[in-house]
């Protein structure tokens, strides 16, 4: 920087304050210190800046795993829209485990990063002492029992009342769900299953508890796992919403080995449209829940928080507008 300040013919403070987009400077002055900065290739020493400021201008993103689809895409949109305000992400992976869950609230590493993103799946009521932690943090999902911090989510009730009852609009009766967890008081699962529920007495229908299909990890596996054990019980079936595409995927990978055509004899719709869906055979029906935007708001969320961390405010809460996005899987045409 004296190096710069030299050619530009400026004080150092000059220099740092055109590199720190300060405003106040003239024109002719700015140009100066850019031409310099440009030809002696200067690069700002960014720990160095850091260790003054007290920042590290790194955040965290922690998600149960990154081999579901979901949690996959959206760590890309949180990246990409991190990078936009100049942070850094680093992810931590849960792997669903309670343990590892109440570790990140811990902070045991929160001098590594400026503030967390968090989505919890494993912790429950008991767990709310666990949340008040002195750091910034953003949560997402369902499970914040209550928290005082930022909280970003989906229409998750809602959503799924809409794919239901699109389901119902094509004539369908039969319609089976798949990612059920029996007991859950907290969580997507029963929140998306209210949704089905409701959506099923605004028509006026009854449901048979056999189409209620139990599934633990929402991963492909287990879509195909619990649609085989339907069609092995011999329960009919029109129809399958399921908790998430890849339980759809699985779903429908176990109707194709039967020779049950899709959507004909089947239709199949999903959740949280994943880029997969669109490349399935037929093409998934998905809601769409707001993945960017969740993405764009935390980041936004935490980085204010981090730029006013000392000064109180009132936590907020936004919810994600979301879609239904029909495709072949239940209209038998291209969306």
Not at 251 to 275: C, K, N, T
Request: aromatic letters at 4%; a negative charge.
């Amino acid at each position: 920087m004296h190096d710069v300040a030299q050619l530009a013919g400026v004080s150092i403070k000059t220099v740092s304050n055109v590199v720190n987009g300060y405003p106040y400077i003239r024109d002719t002055t700015r140009d100066r210190v850019l031409a310099a900065i440009k030809e002696l290739d200067y690069q700002m020493n960014v720990s160095a800046r850091n260790l003054r400021s007290g920042r590290t201008g790194m955040i965290c993103l922690a998600v149960p795993e990154l081999s579901l689809p979901y949690f996959a895409e959206l760590a890309d949109s949180v990246i990409r829209a991190a990078e936009d305000v100049g942070l850094t992400v680093i992810i931590e992976q849960t792997g669903a485990d309670r343990a590892r869950e109440l570790e990140i609230l811990s902070g045991k590493r929160k001098h590594l990063t400026d503030g967390l993103i968090f989505s919890p799946l494993e912790l429950g009521p008991e767990d709310k002492p666990a949340f008040d932690v002195s750091f910034p943090m953003v949560l997402l999902g369902e499970r914040i029992f209550g928290s005082s911090h930022d909280h970003v989510t989906m229409h998750n009730v809602e959503a799924a009342r809409a794919a239901t009852a699109h389901l119902i609009g094509l004539g369908r009766r039969r319609i089976a769900l798949i990612g059920a967890h029996e007991g859950e008081q907290v969580g997507s699962a029963r929140l998306r299953t209210e949704g089905y529920v409701r959506a099923h007495e605004d028509a006026g229908m009854e449901i048979d508890p056999a189409l209620i299909g139990e599934a633990g990890m929402w991963h492909r596996a287990n879509g195909a796992e619990t649609m085989d054990r339907m069609l092995d019980a011999g329960i009919e079936i029109d129809a399958v919403f399921a908790l998430n595409d890849a339980l759809a995927l699985g779903a429908m990978h176990a109707l194709h080995q039967r020779r049950i055509a899709v959507p004909e004899q089947v239709a199949v719709i999903g959740f949280d449209d994943i880029d997969e869906a669109r490349y399935a055979a037929p093409p998934l029906s998905s809601v769409s829940p707001g993945r960017e935007d969740i993405a764009r708001t935390a980041v936004h969320l935490l980085q204010q928080q981090i730029e006013d961390r000392g000064t109180p405010r009132a936590p907020v809460e936004i919810v994600a507008d979301y879609e239904i996005v029909v495709r072949e899987s239940t209209s038998g045409v291209s969306a």
